[in-house]
């Protein structure tokens, strides 16, 4: 099936492109940030009404999927702090940078606070998976004028986070 409507997504056309691209896009609110979200599909895609609903379930619990991959990036970061070392070098003229060490007093910028200071930047839907894999990815950054390091949170079509992968 090339086209099927959909309550959330509306009418959804695969017959018209040529590669993967954004088949709908819109964006969301959480807290006062409002964030773009894409739904990914191939040309050769055939969408599932069950799998769009359930992708548009994960939208409208995306307060509570912020809430877990937060802690997922929390346990992340604990783990390796590499991306927060990165960071702390690499843009040490940022303002969220400067603000971070000093209020670290001169420890090292702890992955509470780093996590904290992170900004949902974007969502990507990908329909049957992104190759095969988790269906929702959130994208985290630090600063997005400054750097384009990305942490990905890919989350199950149930709302359970899969993976955490650092990205450019």
Known sequence: ?????????????TGALRDTD?????????GDDEVEVLLWAAPSAELDAGELDGLAA?????????TAA?????TYLGEDRYYIDFHVEELDDSEEVVRL??????????????VAA???NG????????????????DYVLDPDLADEILAVKVTRDGAVDSVDWES
């Open 101 to 114: 060490v000093r209020e670290a007093g001169g420890e090292e910028v702890g992955a509470d606070a780093f």
């Open 123 to 138: 969502v990507g839907l990908w329909p049957g998976g992104l190759s095969g894999g988790a269906p929702v990815v959130l």
């Open 70 to 74: 937060r802690a997922a990036l929390r």
């Open 1 to 13: 099936m090339k086209i099927i409507e959909h309550a959330r997504f509306g009418r959804l056309d």
């Open 58 to 66: 994960r939208l409208e619990e995306l307060p509570a999927l912020d």
């Open 118 to 120: 992170m900004r949902l």
């Open 22 to 30: 954004a088949l709908w896009r819109s964006t969301e609110r959480l």
